[in-house]
T-cell receptor, first 112, second 116 residues
Framework: RKEVEQDPGPFNVPEGATVAFNCTYS??????FFWYRQDCRKEPKLLMS???SGNEDGRFTAQLNRASQYISLLIRDSKLSDSATYLC?????????????FGTGTRLLVSP | NAGVTQTPKFQVLKTGQSMTLQCAQD?????MSWYRQDPGMGLRLIHY???????DQGEVPNGYNVSRSTTEDFPLRLLSAAPSQTSVYFC???????????????FGQGTRLTVV
């Protein structure tokens, strides 16, 4: 089983739609969770951290469910500029030191 | 602000050649890491470092060496390039405190490596 799993998509949605992505992680001791955005042929950039109480940043809402070991990202009122790959990232510690583990990413395509 | 600087941006190697990918950060981050990204595979951790003199293996370390002699630099060495190492390589750095990684990872712009 992969340490962090995401549906690769693509998710094809029209402008204005609401879309949600889920991500599951294997290590129940994981403490930090993030969503990153990656545009084609560019480096990943932090979209938002995910807190236990959930958090919202404009049209983006992130939720954490520790009991089921998944995190989610909700995008409301999708824009063309939201088209990108969204990476789920989990801070894990198996042996040794903590490390950031990335999911394979979910590709979003927003069409006019 | 420079952030994380990776060089080169593009490289073509012949099978068996060696080379070093450079990574430098100016944010005084203790934690640095190298990833490779292949289609459908996401970012896979190659090696990482929690401070000068301390490195550890990630998910796919074979064929790569690292060292961390300074806080700023974390080079990745390909010992004998193979076509399977054709990929996009990203270096990243993060602030860490007492071994905790709870903050943003900053990435370099990537190195596109082709091994023929």
């Amino acid at each position: 089983r992969k340490e962090v799993e995401q549906d690769p998509g693509p998710f094809n949605v029209p402008e204005g739609a609401t879309v949600a992505f889920n991500c599951t992680y294997s290590n129940s001791a994981s403490q930090s969770f993030f969503w990153y955005r990656q545009d084609c042929r560019k480096e990943p950039k932090l979209l938002m951290s995910v807190y236990s109480s959930g958090n919202e940043d404009g049209r983006f809402t992130a939720q954490l469910n520790r009991a089921s070991q998944y995190i989610s990202l909700l995008i409301r009122d999708s824009k063309l500029s939201d088209s990108a790959t969204y990476l789920c990232v989990v801070n894990m510690k198996n042996t040794g030191f903590q490390k950031l583990v990335f999911g394979t990413g979910t590709r979003l395509l927003v069409s006019p | 602000n420079a952030g994380v600087t990776q060089t080169p941006k593009f490289q073509v190697l012949k099978t068996g050649q060696s080379m070093t990918l450079q990574c430098a950060q100016d944010m005084n981050h203790e934690y640095m890491s190298w990833y490779r990204q292949d289609p459908g595979m996401g970012l896979r951790l190659i090696h990482y470092s929690v401070g000068a003199g301390i490195t550890d293996q990630g998910e796919v370390p074979n064929g790569y060496n690292v060292s961390r002699s300074t806080t700023e630099d974390f080079p990745l060495r390909l010992l004998s390039a193979a076509p399977s190492q054709t990929s996009v390589y990203f270096c990243a750095s993060s602030y860490s405190y007492a071994g905790q990684l709870n903050t943003e990872a900053f990435f370099g712009q990537g190195t596109r490596l082709t091994v023929v």
